[in-house]
């Protein structure tokens, strides 16, 4: 399930994103708004976004301050920036937070969708990438158990092969 969160201050923008932009086309399940950074710092503590979209020049928290807030809550959620002002440090900044776009109004429809699946391909990617590893690391502690239980049956055959065991007990990391 993929949340997003809108962030803009201007009404139209928001509320015009958030509904007249077919999100479950692109597999995006959820959609939040909030109004300025604070608010959108708040919800996003709460809902855990895996997109944001955000303005940059906001009242209140602006939203390169957002998402440096969100980066150290939230390190894998993915960031598209949209604002009227394409100024050489704020593509900086969107550069240095790892950006999936930057996005100037007024906005192209188009250009969002795109960003916004290659966000959602981003984070399907991120999650298959982190099932795997988790499946391998139960799989490596699995493996190492049953190589500790041929270890103990070899210590007590009466015809160890010391090498074996010893490749044995550096497989599983056991100092000896």
């Known amino acids: 399930m ?21 999100w479950r086309d692109l597999g995006v399940d959820t959609v ?30 602006d939203g390169i301050t957002f998402a440096l807030e969100l980066r150290n809550l939230m ?6 920036f949209i604002s009227g002002y394409s100024d ?26 795109q960003a916004v699946c290659d966000a959602v391909n981003m984070h399907i ?11 391998s690391d139960m799989i490596m502690r699995q493996t190492s158990y049953l190589i500790k239980q041929e270890i103990a049956l070899d210590l007590i055959d009466s015809h160890v092969n010391p090498e074996s065991v010893l490749k044995k007990l550096s497989i599983t990391n056991i100092d000896f």
């Open 75 to 80: 390190p894998t959620c993915k960031i598209i």
């Open 32 to 61: 939040y708004v909030a109004s300025d950074g604070r608010e959108a710092l708040s919800l996003a503590v709460d809902i855990k976004p895996d997109i944001v979209i955000t303005d940059i020049r906001m009242y209140g928290m």
């Open 125 to 135: 990617e991120e999650e298959r990438i982190k099932a795997l590893k988790e499946n």
């Open 88 to 113: 050489k440090e704020n593509l900086k900044s969107a550069i240095q937070l790892k950006a999936v776009s930057f996005i100037e109004k007024p906005i192209n429809i188009d250009e969002i969708k």
């Open 2 to 22: 993929i949340r997003l969160l809108i962030v803009d201050d201007e009404d139209e923008t928001r509320e015009g994103l958030r509904d007249f932009i077919p």
